[in-house]
């Protein structure tokens, strides 16, 4: 049994409450993000290189440390593995981890220490959150289903060791200490036995594997990639005839990766598993971003723990200062990574709110002004 809701809330409230301070002062919060930045980029050696004096401000990092996109990264992280994690890590890689690839190949990153505590605690915030608002903590009573992808994929020589690495989804999930509190089922190491394959009957074993361990638990939730979520829920009906409303009764969907998910996604994904509460998360192999604050459909920026800044038609800008309506392209400062273009575009709705609406491309941009210039502000 949960304490009473005064008791819970005040065990869980100081996960959230550092976001909640940077909601009312985001300005505040990234120049501390930057302070505590400066020096873990200093000690690297490309760092170094870029300290021509003292930065003592957000403009001064600006001018003198470049925007850099992954492709620029990998020379870089190839220093990382074959010399000295210092060449651009303020500390050592704990593991490896590779994006989806869902649009081209796979990128494959370090995860240090400090920024896999990062993908934990900001992790959680969604849920947290959720409770929080809702006063409902019935989501803590029962198991999570577990969706993720393997974490066990491929192996490469890091300082003449072959080390392993898999999917970041499942490698964040399987090495993540508030999945020992909040039962994620089945445990990713399960997942992990399936094989590494991510074709259709790979995901047809693992989804059977999900059903027959969870089918007689208490599913308060989802967390995931959405439409890995939604191709569970297909499978269910398929296979069994069954909405998975008919077998669980999630107090709501944790749903990541994607875009729309609440105007795309929202309406088919409450069809099965009935009027659950559809809740953005903003994450990314880099880290994790932002997610849903309230009932409004829009992320909002982890500022107390990543430096954000905009490359808009009249120049970079932070994220919060921009206004409704402006949006450009996404530049993230995290423990690992100084001034990194991730490829997502952002538009501001106001007063923190955001929406990433796809990745850069000639197609995305296009879609985004003829969808302006015709339909006009719709946020």
Known sequence: MLPDQEGIKGIILPYVKPWYDSIENPQKAQEQVLAELLPKYAQTEY????????????????????IINYSELIPHLAAVRERSYKAFLSEPPQTWVMTRGSTGHSKVLPATQTHLKQIYSCGARAIINHALKKQNYEVFLGVILNLNFP????????????VSYGYSSGTYARLNPMFDRVSLLPRQEDIDKIGSGISRRDWQQRFELVYEMAKDHNVTATMGVTPVILHFARYIKHRYGKLPRDIWKPQALFCTSVRK????????????????????????????????LDDWPYITPNYDAYLFEVVTGKGVKLLHELKRGEW?????????????????????????????????STLTLLEHRLYRAFLGWTL
Do not use: W
Request: glycine share 12%; charged share 20%; hydrophobic share 35%.
């Open 47 to 66: 760092g170094q290189n870029l300290f021509a004096h003292k930065i003592g401000s957000i403009a001064e990092y600006q001018s003198n440390f470049p």
């Open 151 to 162: 974490s066990n994929v491929h192996t490469m020589n890091v300082d003449g060791r072959e």
């Open 261 to 292: 998910i609440q105007f795309k996604y929202g309406p088919i994904l409450k069809k099965y598993f009935g009027g659950v509460p559809i809740v953005e998360m903003y994450t990314a192999t880099e880290g994790v971003f932002g997610q849903q």
């Open 328 to 360: 450009g392209r996404l530049i993230i400062s995290s423990c690992m990574l100084p001034r990194y273009d991730i490829g997502d575009m952002i538009e501001a709705a106001g007063k923190n709110y955001f929406r990433i609406f796809g990745r850069r």
